[in-house]
C-alpha cells in the first residue's frame, strides 16, 4: 500500500477491518508476502449473521478461481492466433448471440434494447458482457441474477448444470 506524509500506513488487519466496518462483505482474511516477510491478517466474522469469528484457518467457498486459469488459456489462443480478442463469443456461446439489455440500469427487466454490437472475447476477460452486479443491488436487473442463477449466497447444490446456467444467463 502506498503512502503519503499525509495518510499514514495502516497494517494488514486495520485495512481489512476498515473494509469490513465499511462495505458489505461480513469478513476478510488476507495474505502479503514480499520476500522473506509475509503476513497474514483477519477481520470480521465468517458468516453474515455475524455470530462465527472470522480466523486464519476458516474455510471459504473459493468461486471464480477458474477465471484466471481460464484467462491464461485464452490469452495462450490469442497469442498463437487461434483466435482474437475482437471476435464475438456467439460462435461458441450460440446463447449470447443477439444480447438484449435493459435500456437503462434503473429499468425494469422487461425495459430492454438490442445490444450495439456482439459480445467478444475481450468482454469476457474483462467482465463487460452486459451481465453484472453493480453495487446497487437493489436495481430490478440484478434480481434475476440470484433468483434464476442463484448466484447468491453459496448453496452449490442448487445452482443449474453449465448448459442450463447458460441458458437462463441468456434469458436474462
Not at 15 to 30: I, N, R, T
Not at 65 to 75: G, L, N, Q, R
Not at 128 to 133: A, D, I, K
Request: charged share 20%.
Amino acid at each position: 500500500m502506498a503512502t503519503s506524509d499525509a495518510t499514514p500506513a495502516r497494517d494488514l488487519r486495520g485495512v481489512l477491518q476498515a473494509q469490513v466496518s465499511e462495505g458489505p462483505l461480513p469478513g476478510a482474511v488476507a495474505m502479503v508476502a514480499r520476500g522473506d516477510r509475509i503476513e497474514v491478517a483477519e477481520a470480521g466474522s465468517a458468516d453474515a449473521a455475524g455470530t462465527t469469528p472470522l480466523t486464519r484457518d476458516s474455510i471459504f467457498r473459493i468461486a471464480s478461481i477458474t477465471k484466471p486459469v481460464v484467462a491464461a488459456a485464452v490469452m495462450m489462443l490469442v497469442e498463437e492466433g487461434r483466435i482474437a480478442l475482437d471476435d464475438p463469443v456467439d460462435a461458441w456461446l450460440p446463447e449470447l448471440a443477439s444480447p438484449m439489455v435493459v435500456r437503462t440500469p434503473a429499468s425494469p427487466v422487461d425495459d430492454v434494447v438490442p445490444a450495439v454490437r456482439p459480445i467478444t472475447v475481450l468482454d469476457l476477460l474483462t467482465f463487460r458482457s452486459g451481465h453484472g452486479f453493480p453495487s446497487d443491488f437493489s436495481l430490478p436487473a440484478v434480481a434475476p441474477l440470484f433468483s434464476e442463477l442463484l448466484q447468491g449466497p453459496p448453496q452449490p447444490q442448487h445452482v443449474p448444470a453449465p448448459d442450463a446456467w447458460m441458458a437462463a444467463l441468456a434469458r436474462i
